[in-house]
């Protein structure tokens, strides 16, 4: 069974860093790219972050590009977002999300979350 | 970046209803067109990919059509289940962008 389980998230104030985890199991970790994607409170979903298979293309949105960074371990199975110098805006739950490592691919699966909360 | 814009932003409708959701593209993402389910307080579910393929163990009463710059969602005989919120995803291109979602609600 495909398991994504994210970790790491909660409450920051603004300026902070937090790391999140995702650990996966029930696939083949290091064929598939792997995202981050977030959701504010109320609203609907935004691209965060991507990682191809080896961890050494990486994207972000223009929004967290220099501030945040996706590594992967592909021995440990897992997926991490480091979150550095934090805003409200950041405010969000953070999904990783599977891309099957095949062109335009769709997200297939995702984990249940975590929330991050920047707030002082 | 490519913007999606989804049409409605919700709707309501009945057990049994026919639903159909509209989503355009700022510009053409080919087929390059994912759906999404989302429940509240759940992660996303993929159903459809590439703009017409269906998800492995996705019911066949969704289905989509559409390429170039407008796509559409249908729900052919709406379930209980099936009341949830609708995005749209481009895949054409970096930054992967979400339409503004559709709430379906019951009537």
Not at chain 1, 106 to 119: H, I, N, R, Y
Not at chain 2, 85 to 98: A, E, H, I, K, V
Request: proline share 4%.
């Amino acid at each position: 069974e495909v398991q994504l389980v994210e970790s790491g998230g909660g409450l920051v104030q603004p300026g902070g860093s937090l790391r999140l985890s995702c650990a996966v199991s029930g696939f083949t970790f290091s064929t598939y790219w792997m995202s981050w994607v977030r959701q504010a409170p109320g609203e609907g979903l935004e691209w965060v972050a991507n990682i191809m298979l080896d961890g050494n293309e990486k994207y972000y949105v223009d929004s967290v590009r220099g501030r945040f960074t996706i590594t992967r371990d592909n021995a440990k199975n897992s997926l991490y977002l480091q979150m550095n110098s934090l805003r409200a805006e950041d405010t969000a739950v953070y999904y990783c999300a599977r891309r099957p490592a095949l062109g335009h691919a769709p997200f297939d699966f995702w984990g249940q979350g975590t929330l991050v909360t920047v707030s002082s | 970046d490519i913007q999606m814009t989804q049409s409605p932003s919700s709707l309501s409708a009945s057990v049994g209803d026919r639903v159909t959701i509209t989503c355009r593209a700022s510009q053409s993402i080919n087929s390059h067109l994912n759906w999404y389910q989302q429940t509240p307080g759940k992660a996303p579910k993929l159903l459809i990919y590439a703009a017409s393929s269906l998800q492995s163990g996705v019911p066949s009463r969704f289905s989509g059509v559409g390429s170039g710059t407008d796509f559409t969602l249908s729900i052919s005989s709406l379930q209980p289940e099936d009341f949830a919120t609708y995005y749209c995803q481009q895949s054409d291109s970096l930054p992967l962008t979400f339409g503004g979602g559709t709430k379906v609600e019951i009537k």
